[in-house]
């Protein structure tokens, strides 16, 4: 039996190199990682390709493009903490600066204040309100709490 470091040495590229104990650990970490960011190259290729696909097929230039999504992430962060609007209820689009604001809530005050609040967004030029009012969504939410 050979000594604990002749127990680890390998041959590699024609040469014998010694690898202690963490020497394994060490020399397969790079390549675990490798491996498991191998499948991010397709993903960052593939959105990239999307991205450019939907500005092909987009009448707007990339910059209206970029103007539209700051105006869309504006009103959604506006609806964020506010008392009567519930940001995950409403869907924004923005179009040349025209917001759509598109969901179901249970009541007029919650639909006129997304409204009030796109308006008051910087750089909104219009807002189309297709908001409907549910009153059933919170009927059903107090009966479940009932039960």
Excluded at 68 to 97: E, L, M, P
Excluded at 119 to 145: E, F, H, P, Y
């Amino acid at each position: 039996m050979g000594s604990e470091t002749e127990d680890h040495e390998r041959l590699i590229g024609g040469q014998a190199v010694a690898l202690g104990r963490l020497g394994w650990l060490r020399a397969l970490v790079p390549v675990l990682c490798m491996v498991a960011l191998s499948g991010c190259v397709p993903v960052l290729i593939g959105g990239a390709a999307a991205a450019g696909y939907y500005i092909g097929k987009d009448p707007r230039t990339g910059s209206e493009i970029a103007t539209d999504s700051g105006i869309t992430t504006r009103v959604k962060s506006s609806f964020i903490g506010d008392r009567y609007v519930d940001a995950f209820q409403i869907n924004v689009d923005t179009f040349r600066g025209t917001v759509v604001l598109e969901g179901v809530v249970d009541n007029s005050i919650a639909r006129d204040q997304a409204e009030r609040l796109a308006r008051n967004a910087k750089g909104v030029k219009a807002v189309d309100n297709r908001i409907k009012i549910v009153k059933s969504a919170s009927k059903k939410s107090q009966t479940l709490d009932e039960e």
